[in-house]
């Protein structure tokens, strides 16, 4: 039986003292409670209040989802947390020069992501790793003197991925198993979960082989989620115990987050994003910037303009549906003009691209 109800679900008349768990909605989606991503997201704030530097690791083959993952995890978490935090997003280079990387930061509560460290024994010699080790000890006394809250996020390929030291974290999410993965995984989280991580594989073949699969929530009972749709199939560990979640991406949660894309530091040829902008509003102002960017926002589905603009736009969609007028009738009626023009870079300017 397959179920995606939003009601409690009973069980058959034969086990009729017992319940299968409660399906809920998320923003429209059916997914089952106890599957829940922001319960794993409650948990890692709470212990954060109690501790000056919490670590989460992500691990899963390459394209398996963990840097979007990442993403999900720390807008979720400064979003939903008491204390304001903010997002840094760092490569590997950044963590092996982890001391540098924590000078250049103001004194604030952060999550720091690393993306991608698999490798990094290989590229990193015994002293640089040293020296992560020591900068994470003193992560929390930042430049000028202030104790903060870190929340460090690392993703890396597989579970003995990282030195020792590092990869000890007080939570886990695993996106995907592969077949030299699993004996690692039963081995670190213990005997008793070969079964959960065995059936984590398969749910994730069959997500990836046909764009669905079926998670066991009852003894005949099964719940269907849509790949990507807009979830993923994920494994949480809490060092007290494994169970199943679903995640989405970051911008199915908000589309847009101010403070994740300030966490995006580095742009077009290294420039900031302070750097980029500033750029863009000397080239056409701060006002002519700014409306071309809530139009752009507009064109991909994206609304940012006011409320009696919003209902002018709903009302003439209306007419255009209704064919009580044409947009061109429209446009003559108010002698709007197509604007014909190019874009012209000078040569000093990072987009600049010579002709061919």
Request: charged share 25%; with cysteine.
């Amino acid at each position: 039986m397959i179920i995606q109800s939003t009601k409690l679900i009973q069980k058959s008349k034969q086990t009729s003292n017992t319940q299968l768990p409660t399906v809920i909605k998320w923003k429209g989606q059916n997914m089952v409670r106890h599957h829940s991503f922001l319960s794993t997201i409650n948990e890692i704030i709470a212990w954060s209040l109690d501790s000056d530097v919490t670590k989460v690791g992500i691990v899963g083959e390459p394209s398996s989802g963990k840097s979007t993952l990442a993403e999900a995890i720390a807008h979720a978490t400064h979003k939903r947390a008491k204390i304001p935090f903010a997002v840094r997003v760092f490569a590997k280079e950044q963590l092996m020069n982890f001391k540098q990387t924590l000078a250049e930061l103001q004194p604030a509560n952060y999550i720091l992501v690393f993306d991608d460290l698999s490798f990094l024994g290989a590229d990193a010699n015994k002293k640089q790793i040293d020296m992560i080790k020591q900068a994470e000890t003193t992560i929390r006394h930042l430049p000028g003197g202030q104790d903060v809250k870190i929340i460090l996020i690392y993703n890396y390929h597989y579970t003995l991925g990282l030195d020792k030291y590092l990869r000890q974290a007080h939570f886990f999410y695993y996106t995907t198993i592969g077949s030299q993965e699993r004996e690692n995984m039963v081995n670190f989280l213990g005997k008793k979960y070969q079964g959960l991580i065995e059936r984590f594989r398969q749910y994730r073949v069959q997500a990836v082989a046909h764009k669905h699969w079926l998670m066991k929530i009852g003894p005949k009972e099964q719940f269907m989620y849509k790949y990507r749709q807009p979830f993923i199939p994920v494994l949480f560990y809490n060092n007290l115990s494994l169970r199943f979640i679903v995640t989405p991406t970051r911008h199915w949660i908000d589309e847009i987050c101010p403070v994740c894309t300030i966490g995006k530091s580095i742009n077009i040829d290294g420039q900031t994003l302070e750097e980029v902008v500033k750029a863009a509003e000397e080239k056409y102002t701060t006002r002519g910037f700014i409306s071309a960017l809530k139009l752009k926002l507009f064109v991909n589905g994206l609304t940012t303009y006011g409320k009696t603009t919003v209902k002018t736009l709903k009302y003439l969609d209306l007419l255009l549906e209704k064919k009580a007028v044409s947009l061109e009738d429209l446009a003559n009626y108010y002698k709007i003009v197509i604007t014909k023009t190019k874009l012209r870079l000078k040569p000093n300017d990072p987009l600049y691209e010579p002709p061919r």
